[in-house]
């Protein structure tokens, strides 16, 4: 017997709503900054930022691809960077998938504030493996050109504190290529102080909080500051006034009379000695 056409509408919806829902998602990483301390940190990827990065995310973080990779470039107030994986093999497996295309379909567009976070890109459909987050509004990089601007997929809801104590003494010096060819063997032996992530595992979904560049806050700042001063000043002209009609109002009126000073002047001569006039 075939199913009534009503009741194939509950089961159409039920297939459908598991993929809007899974357009949004969060991520929470746990990251040992020093041998006895741990942190954690936490993102929301929105897919209409960046489809494709938001795909290649997900992935990466099911596949365990995030499990002890370093945070091998930390430049205090502009990014953290990871994303090449100590495990020589597994990072050559995902080297073998190719890089990402360019996104092609953007319908909410980011900006590389605090916080964002994006793949490195180095050219046109060049992004890899590799991430950071950005420890400051970092404008310039928006302003690049085509394949070089960084394409933000993401943000840090929580956890930006963990980031910020990441160890950072090394900056730039571990490189890339020898990461790739020795993994952790390199990193352990000459670079032993790095934080690093223990996991990453998806979770129940996090709320991105409303949030200001820097620029615009400081916009929204001086605005405010120029209101301030305009009320401050209408304020001191109205108690000003105030205090005048209440001086007025206890003076005499003739003082507020306009004086002659040439009338007071004559007075002064009409009342001088004449000289005495020749004798006849």
């Known amino acids: 017997m075939a199913r009534p056409q009503s009741a194939r509408f509950p089961l159409l919806l039920l297939l459908l709503l598991p993929s809007t829902w899974a357009e949004d998602f969060t991520v929470r990483f746990t990251v040992q900054l020093e041998p006895e301390r ?21 992935e990466m973080v099911h596949g365990g691809f995030f499990n002890n990779c370093a945070f091998f470039r930390v430049l205090t107030g502009y990014v953290v960077q990871w994303g090449i994986s100590g495990n020589v093999t597994m990072q050559r497996e995902w080297d073998a998938h190719g890089p990402l295309r360019d996104e092609a379909k953007i319908t909410e567009p ?17 992004r890899g ?24 997929f993401g ?35 000459e670079f032993p102080k790095l934080s690093y992530i223990v996991r990453a595992q998806q979770i129940a979904f996090v709320e991105e909080p409303f949030a ?6 400081g916009l929204l700042i001086t605005l405010a500051m120029v209101v301030g001063a305009a009320i401050c000043c209408s304020v001191a002209r109205h108690l000003s006034k105030q205090a005048l009609a209440g001086y007025k109002a206890t003076v005499p009126e003739d003082d507020f009379r306009p004086r002659d000073d040439d009338d ?17």
Do not use: C
Request: charged share 25%; proline share 7%.
């Open 38 to 58: 741990q942190g954690e940190f936490t993102v929301t990827v929105r897919e209409k930022k960046a489809p494709v990065a938001a795909a290649r995310f997900r």
């Open 110 to 126: 980011d900006w590389n504030m605090r916080g964002t976070i994006a793949f490195i890109t180095t050219g046109p459909n060049s």
């Open 129 to 152: 493996t590799q991430l950071f987050v950005n420890y400051d509004d970092n404008h310039p990089l928006d302003a690049k050109t085509a394949g070089l601007a960084p394409v933000p």
């Open 155 to 189: 943000r840090v809801v929580s956890g930006m504190s963990t980031l910020s104590a990441v160890y950072a003494g090394y900056r730039e010096r571990p490189k890339a290529a020898s990461i790739r060819a020795r993994g952790d063997a390199y990193l352990r032996t």
């Open 212 to 217: 200001l560049s820097k620029n615009a806050t």
């Open 264 to 280: 007071d002047d004559d007075d002064e001569r009409d009342e001088s000695p004449q000289p005495l006039g020749r004798a006849s």
